[in-house]
């Protein structure tokens, strides 16, 4: 089994960031492609970020020059640095990743960007 465990969602102030964590535990090998995606009220979910294991990015363009994703390999873990936060990045993120042509998904982080 696999577990993907999200972490450094909160409340900030519009302009402000934030750092989300994904940590995968478990039978890991290797991971493929891990990315972030996000669920606002009343919408569908929707793909922020991706990065593939050998480091390559896509970003949906609402986000693109204001969140940065990464990755690190040695300790499977996924991370999205979101800067210059707008309202309408308010949503629940998750982290997906492929581990053994199987996709693994978290149980999601509440961002929550306000005044």
């Known amino acids: 089994q696999v577990q993907l465990v999200e972490s450094g969602g909160g409340l900030v102030q519009p302009g402000g960031s934030l750092r989300l964590s994904c940590a995968a535990s478990?039978?890991?090998?290797?991971?493929?492609?891990m990315g972030w995606y996000r669920q606002a009220p009343g919408k569908q979910r929707e793909l922020v970020a991706r990065?593939?294991?050998?480091?390559?990015?896509i970003y949906v363009e609402s986000v693109k020059g204001r969140f940065t994703i990464s990755r690190d390999n040695a300790k499977n873990t996924l991370f999205l640095q979101m800067n210059s936060l707008k309202p309408e990045d308010t949503a629940v993120y998750y982290c997906?990743?492929?581990?053994?042509?199987?996709?693994?998904w978290g149980q999601g982080t509440q961002v929550t960007v306000s005044s």
């Open positions: 997906r990743a492929t581990i053994a042509e199987r996709l693994w």
């Open positions: 478990g039978s890991i090998f290797s991971i493929n492609a």
């Open positions: 990065i593939t294991s050998g480091g390559s990015t």
